[in-house]
C-alpha cells in the first residue's frame, strides 16, 4: 500500500488528523480546520483574555487599569498615525473617520470630544469577542490619552462612557483638553 491509498483508508477510519500529524503533513492540509496561523492568533487571543481576566480579579482596579493604559498608550505610538496629524485635530478625525468609521464631536469651547467607534464588533484585533473582560477597555482609555496629546500637544484626561464589552453598540469616550 502506497501513502496515497494509506491516507485515504485511514481517514476512512476517522484518524485522518492523527496520520496527517505522524506523517507531519502541515495543519492548513488537514480538511475542515482551521489555518494554523488562525489557530495561533485565537489561542494569543484566549490567552491574553484569561490574563486581563486574571489581573482584574487579582489587582487593585487602579493598577490593573495602569497597566492597560499604559499598554494602549504603546499601541498609539506604533501605529503613529496620530504623529502625522500634530496640530490638525480635523485632519485626524477625518484619517480615523475613513480609516474606521469612528465619528467625533468637539466642543471646542468646552475642551471636550467625544469619540464614538462604529457599529460591531471590537476593533481591536487582540479581542476575543466571547472572553475578553471590559478591563480591557482601559487599554483604548490609554490609545485615546496618547493620541489626542500626540495630536494637541498637551494633556488630556481620556473616559470610557459606553463599552462593546459591556454590551453596548458602539464605544464612546470623552476627551477632556487639559
Not at 506604533?78 to 474606521?100: D, I, S
Request: charged fraction near 25%.
Amino acid at each position: 500500500m502506497d501513502r496515497h491509498e494509506f491516507l485515504k483508508s485511514a481517514c476512512g477510519l476517522g484518524v485522518c488528523a492523527c496520520a496527517f500529524r505522524l506523517l507531519g503533513v502541515p495543519e492548513q492540509a488537514q480538511a475542515g480546520e482551521t489555518p494554523a496561523e488562525d489557530q495561533r492568533l485565537a489561542f494569543v487571543r484566549y490567552q491574553l483574555a484569561k490574563m486581563v481576566g486574571l489581573m482584574s480579579k487579582e489587582m487593585p482596579a487602579g493598577a490593573c487599569a495602569g497597566i492597560l493604559e499604559k499598554t494602549g498608550r504603546e499601541c498609539a505610538k506604533l501605529g503613529r498615525l496620530p504623529a502625522r496629524f500634530k496640530g490638525n485635530p480635523e485632519g485626524y478625525f477625518a484619517a480615523v473617520k475613513t480609516n474606521w468609521g469612528t465619528e467625533f464631536t468637539w466642543d471646542k469651547q468646552k475642551g471636550v470630544i467625544t469619540v464614538a467607534t462604529s457599529e460591531g464588533d471590537c476593533g481591536c484585533p487582540m479581542v476575543d469577542k466571547l472572553r475578553m473582560p471590559a478591563a480591557w477597555c482601559n487599554c483604548t482609555v490609554g490609545y485615546q490619552k496618547e493620541a489626542f496629546e500626540t495630536v494637541f500637544g498637551r494633556p488630556v484626561q481620556a473616559t470610557l462612557k459606553e463599552s462593546k464589552l459591556c454590551g453596548a453598540k458602539r464605544c464612546v469616550f470623552e476627551v477632556t483638553l487639559s
